[in-house]
């Protein structure tokens, strides 16, 4: 099966240029938000490939307003792609942590952007009714996706990364959103310690049985000053190689719903403080080698997904 834009998986890229009639990108934002897997809610440290910028390497500076974030990230890609339609993404930290009032100041401040969307990136732990309830009114007044982290659907690997959730408690906050109809994104991570390609394509398996909106798979970055880099500089942590991954996100990607885009194949570390695997940098090689292992396999996205 080949998609409208001649590729074997249903890019993200593709489904925005149908909704909204040309390019749009998402515009990186942070909020400011805390995160309770470091506050000692749920955990101290957050998780242990999580940046001390709560994985929002590529977001504004809190200090600054979201629309002086919002224009600084937008001249730069302007330059890059000309004019576009833009998304506000909250990236940085939880971005449903926080009470109500606070929570409704922001949207609404994402709202008067000159953007045809908004884009939440939170933790299903972070989802109550009555942030479901808000972001279900937010959903009737723009494009709106919220972007939960899962990383894995094993509760053992969740220990080992101390992720400070359960795959059932996921599933709770996953439900407050899809019982409302609100578009959801699920985070998937390989090459987490411990787990085997068997487990990978089981958090795959298991998100196809939720039919989400859309999905992001990355790839485990082992960032310099993480939990994880102690892990890897002790021999407790080995990178997955190119090859490797590239079978693994392809073996996903065939497992999947035909109709759940796909936001992401891999991630983008940044080079400064990236230790490892180095050859995730050349991220337009690994996109590419995807491809061809599906132009070789002649496979598609969904090939073996059932309902």
């Known amino acids: 099966m080949i998609y409208p834009d001649g590729k074997r998986y249903l890019s993200l890229d593709s489904v925005l240029k149908r909704e909204f009639g040309k390019k749009t990108v998402k515009v990186p934002l942070n909020a400011g938000l805390g995160c309770p897997n470091r506050d000692g ?9 999580c940046s001390g910028r709560c994985s929002g390497e590529f977001a504004g500076n809190p200090c600054e307003s979201l629309y002086s974030q919002f224009e600084a990230v937008k001249a730069l890609y302007l330059k890059k792609w000309g004019e576009t339609n833009y998304i506000a993404y909250l990236q940085a930290g939880s971005n449903t942590y926080s009470d109500p009032e606070a929570l409704s100041e922001i949207y609404e401040s994402c709202l ?5 969307g908004l884009s939440i990136a939170t933790r299903a732990d972070c989802i109550t009714p009555q942030s479901a309830d808000l972001l279900y009114g937010i959903s009737k007044r723009t494009y709106l996706t919220v972007e939960l982290g899962l990383q894995s659907s094993s509760d053992i690997t969740a220990g080992i990364i101390n992720r400070g959730h359960t795959f059932g408690e996921f599933l709770t906050g996953y439900g407050l959103l899809f019982e409302r109809g609100i578009r959801v994104c699920v ?10 390609r068997r487990d990978m394509l089981k958090t795959a398996g298991d998100v196809a049985r939720l039919n989400p909106y859309e999905i992001k798979i990355h790839l485990l970055h082992i960032i310099k000053g993480t939990a994880a880099e102690r892990m890897y500089l002790d021999g407790r942590l080995a990178p997955m190689d190119k090859n490797e991954y590239t079978a693994t996100v ?16 891999t991630g983008d570390g940044d080079r400064k403080t990236l230790i490892a695997p180095m050859w995730s940098t050349d991220k337009k090689t690994v996109l590419n080698s995807i491809s061809k292992e599906l132009s070789a396999r002649e496979s598609f996205q969904g090939k073996y997904y059932s309902k």
Not at 250 to 265: M, N
Request: hydrophobic share 40%; with cysteine.
């Open 41 to 49: 809610s749920k955990g101290i440290g957050g998780c242990i490939f």
């Open 187 to 196: 985070h998937i991570i390989n090459g987490l310690p411990g787990e085997t």
């Open 250 to 265: 392809c073996d996903q990607l065939e497992l999947l719903p035909p109709s759940t885009a796909i936001g992401r194949l």
């Open 112 to 116: 008067k952007l000159p953007a045809v």
